[in-house]
Nanobody
Framework: QVQLVESGGGLVQAGGSLRLSCAVS????????MGWFRQAPGQDRELVAG????????TYADSVMGRFTISRDTAKMTLYLQMNSLKPEDTAVYYC????????????????WGQGTQVTVSS
């Protein structure tokens, strides 16, 4: 069983930065993909960024391209999302997710989910 625990959310002013972390425990496939999703009130959950665990290719939503960076530390079994130049529209609950089988980031499915961490960007 894989467990994901997010941390690093909070309140920040527009233009500021936050780094989210997702600690991974349990056995994951070497070909799993991992992603950061977000869901704002009244909106559908959307993929923000994804990465294959090996070899580390990255995918980003157009809305965060150039501002967010996804990375992972395989030794620490941790996934990160560095968020810069934050905007009020980035306000959402951010979730870390992982697939149990090899797949493509945009396709999924994602079988394991964290509990979410709130990110609030004030204008």
């Amino acid at each position: 069983q894989v467990q994901l625990v997010e941390s690093g959310g909070g309140l920040v002013q527009a233009g500021g930065s936050l780094r989210l972390s997702c600690a991974v425990s349990g056995r994951t496939s070497s070909r799993s993909v991992m992603g950061w999703f977000r869901q704002a009130p009244g909106q559908d959950r959307e993929l923000v960024a994804g990465i294959s665990w090996v070899p580390g290719s990255r995918t980003y939503a157009d809305s965060v391209m150039g501002r967010f960076t996804i990375s992972r530390d395989t030794a620490k079994m941790t996934l990160y999302l560095q968020m810069n130049s934050l905007k009020p529209e980035d306000t959402a609950v951010y979730y870390c997710a992982a697939s149990s089988e090899p797949t493509i980031v945009r396709r999924g499915p994602y079988d394991y989910w964290g509990q979410g961490t709130q990110v609030t960007v004030s204008s």
